[in-house]
């Protein structure tokens, strides 16, 4: 019994931080795939030698639209970037807020 008991309140600790993303109003299964498109652009970023990963800020809303924010080098790598995020299955678009000189 005391098994049970504790298999039980474990399961609900791990269950606590999945309870929570649904209570921000989309579903769990939005969030992942959120959270996948916005992987994907950031591994995208850090596979070309134009991008700077680190300085172009990813962030996917639960329709797909990306938005990327930071700053770039030029202007070349802030189209690049924008490009290579719209190259993404699952953008739904791409609001460029990237700072370029």
Known sequence: MKANVKSLLLISALLMPIASFAADGDSIETKVSDSVITAKVKAAFAKDKLVS?????????????????????????????????????????????????
């Open 53 to 101: 990963a680190s300085d172009i800020k990813v962030e996917t809303d639960s329709n797909g639209l990306v938005q990327l924010s930071g700053t770039a080098k030029s202007k070349e790598e802030a189209d690049h970037a924008v490009v290579l995020a719209k190259s993404i299955q699952g953008v739904t678009g791409v609001k460029d807020d990237i700072v370029a000189p």
